[in-house]
C-alpha cells in the first residue's frame, strides 16, 4: 500500500526488529520507482512519551541499514539517508537482511540467558551493549 502511494522520487524505510520478511516484499517493488531501506536503530528507552524524549537518544548508537541489495547504496536517497543517520549521532552499519536477524536473535538470546530482560520491549535497551562482545555491525 505504501508503495502505491509514494512518489517514484520516494526513500521508504522503516525501524523494525526483523528484516528478512519485509526486505522480501521490498524486492517485489517494480525496478525505477520509491527505494526501501530497511532500518533499525538500535536505541531506545524504557519509558516513552514527550515527556521522556531525549535528543541524545541516537548518539553513538548502531543504526542497521538493510537494502534489498547492496547496489541500492550507491542510489542518491541511500547516501542521504545514511547522511540523516549520521547528523541524528547514530553510528551507520549497513548489512544483509538474514545477517540483521541472526545477529539480532542471537544477542536477544544471549541476553536473556543472562536473565537481564524479562520482556521483548526491554530488547532494544540492552543490544548496544553486546555490540562490542559480537563485533557486529563493523
Do not use: W
Amino acid at each position: 500500500r505504501v508503495k502505491a502511494s509514494a512518489p517514484t522520487h520516494a526513500l521508504i524505510t522503516d525501524a523494525g526488529s526483523t528484516k528478512q520478511r519485509i526486505i522480501e516484499r521490498a524486492r517485489e517493488l517494480p525496478a525505477g520507482g520509491s527505494l526501501f531501506l530497511g532500518g533499525h536503530p538500535l536505541a531506545g528507552k524504557e519509558r516513552s512519551g514527550f515527556a521522556h524524549a531525549d535528543a541524545d537518544l541516537f548518539r553513538n548508537a548502531c543504526y542497521a541499514i538493510v537494502p534489498s541489495s547492496p547496489a541500492d547504496m550507491e542510489d542518491e536517497r541511500a547516501k542521504a539517508f545514511v547522511r540523516l543517520v549520521n547528523l541524528i549521532g547514530a553510528l551507520p552499519y549497513v548489512m544483509d537482511a538474514v545477517s540483521h536477524d541472526v545477529s539480532a536473535t542471537e544477542i536477544r538470546d544471549d541476553i536473556r540467558e543472562d536473565d537481564k530482560l524479562d520482556r521483548d520491549s526491554d530488547v532494544p535497551q540492552e543490544v548496544a551493549k553486546y555490540i562490542e562482545k559480537y563485533e557486529l555491525y563493523r
